[in-house]
Structures are given as structure tokens and as C-alpha cells.
Nanobody, 121 residues
Framework: QVQVEESGGGLVQPGGSLRLSCLVS????????MYWFRQAPGKLRELVAS???????YYVATVMGRFTISRDNAKNAAWLQMNSLKPEDTAVYYC???????????????WGQGTQVTVSS
């Protein structure tokens, strides 16, 4: 069994910063790519950033230069540092990971429960 848990959300003023954390736990053999998604009210869930197990990153254009994704393979953890936050960044942020669990030969995709980020004055 694999669990994905996010933390670090909250209320922040425009221009402020937050750091989200994602921890993967359970019977883990390998973690491949890790992702941060977000879903704002009334909108589709969108990919914000991703990072491979070798450190290659991707960012959606709207957060490039403001958000930084990182990970520690030894800790089975990833982070999303969010700077210069805007009201339009308000959403539930989800961590997602491709994990090969236990004796499985193929990875599966696992979601966390999400953490609320609200950017408002």
C-alpha cells in the first residue's frame, strides 16, 4: 500500500510565499516522476509542475519563474516552493507520483488528498 500526503497549504497575501510538501510512504520500490496539480473552483485540474527521478523539471507557463519543484529521492519527498503568489493561484494543490510498489513490475499512479492554497488580501 502506498500513501501520498501533502502539507503546507494555507492563506497568504498576494506577493507572498508558501512551500508545499509531499511525502510518499508505504511499500515503495521506486518513485519515478512526481507531479503537482491544482484545481480551482469551477475549473479542471491542471498540471502545475513535474520532476523526474533524475531531476528534470517542467512548469506550466503561468507559474514559470515563480514556482520551483524539488525532490529528495532518499526521503521519498517532493516540494513546491511558490513565490510571488497571485489570487489566481488559489486552488487545491495535489501531489501525484508514479510509484512501483512492493514486488510490482510496473509503476502505478497515486494521488494525495490535496491541500488548500488561498491567496487573498
Amino acid at each position: 500500500q502506498v500513501q501520498v500526503e501533502e502539507s503546507g497549504g494555507g492563506l497568504v497575501q498576494p506577493g507572498g510565499s508558501l512551500r508545499l510538501s509531499c511525502l510518499v510512504s508505504g511499500s515503495i520500490s521506486d518513485i519515478y516522476s512526481m507531479y503537482w496539480f491544482r484545481q480551482a473552483p469551477g475549473k479542471l485540474r491542471e498540471l502545475v509542475a513535474s520532476i523526474t527521478n533524475s531531476g528534470s523539471t517542467y512548469y506550466v507557463a503561468t507559474v514559470m519563474g515563480r514556482f520551483t519543484i524539488s525532490r529528495d529521492n532518499a526521503k521519498n519527498a517532493a516540494w513546491l516552493q511558490m513565490n510571488s503568489l497571485k489570487p489566481e493561484d488559489t486552488a487545491v494543490y495535489y501531489c501525484n507520483a508514479d510509484v512501483r510498489a512492493g514486488d510490482s513490475t510496473k509503476p502505478k499512479n497515486f494521488w494525495g488528498q490535496g491541500t488548500q492554497v488561498t491567496v487573498s488580501s
